[in-house]
């Protein structure tokens, strides 16, 4: 069970984020960051564009908390040197899906923690390698009708405990979620001894 000596703050509206927290046992509170998202990485590299939109959003809702812990992450897809971002709508979940099959791409989450007061700041990045298997035109559309692709990076969530589309081959299941708590628990411990 998650335990953490202060409150916690998840700087997210992501429902597998909040998902992840309570699974572990985590109490904290909710304050979406709500900052405007660019759709390309600006130096060509994933791991620093999930940790750069990480940390902006842990400092758009740092301010806000007295004393705690902001834990603010994003996560997007990698495939040929691109960001997959959230579909803006269904023919951009449709063109995402169709890139997506029949590849293993990479799946990265930037995790920033902020320590209020005292402004400490510690961010990592983590890789995921995820396979998605090949699919028909009519499974594509079939997928698309369960709107589990709607808010999510590479226009999926990965189903628990057996995705029919998706295959974590390296990496772990709650990075691909979104949130990779094995290293946030690690760090958490971190957090709580500086305090």
């Known amino acids: 069970m998650g335990t953490f000596p202060g409150r916690l703050i998840l700087a997210s ?16 509170d909710v304050i979406p960051a709500d900052i405007d ?20 959003k842990a400092a758009a809702v740092a301010p806000k908390v007295e004393s705690g812990v902001v834990i ?32 293993v791409h990479e799946l990265w989450t930037g995790v920033c923690l902020w ?31 369960t709107r589990k692709w709607e808010g999510c990076s590479g226009a999926y969530a990965i189903e628990l405990p057996h995705d029919p589309y998706l295959t974590v081959e390296d990496g772990t299941v709650s990075n691909v979620i979104g949130l990779p ?14 305090r």
């Open 13 to 28: 509206g992501s429902r597998g984020r909040r998902w992840l927290m309570e699974e572990a046992g985590y109490t904290f």
């Open 37 to 56: 998202e660019p759709t390309e990485a600006r130096l060509g590299d994933c791991r620093h564009y999930v940790g750069e939109l990480a940390w902006l």
């Open 72 to 103: 603010a992450a994003d996560t997007v897809g990698w495939l040929n040197g691109r960001v997959v971002g959230k579909p803006a709508d269904e023919a951009d979940a449709r063109r995402i899906i169709t890139s997506l099959a029949g590849t």
């Open 115 to 145: 320590l209020r007061p005292g402004d400490w700041q510690l961010a990592w990045q983590e890789r995921s390698l995820v396979r998605m298997k090949g699919l028909a035109a009519d499974e594509v559309e079939a997928y698309l009708a």
């Open 181 to 194: 708590m094995e290293s946030l628990a690690k760090a958490l411990g971190w957090a709580a001894a500086i």
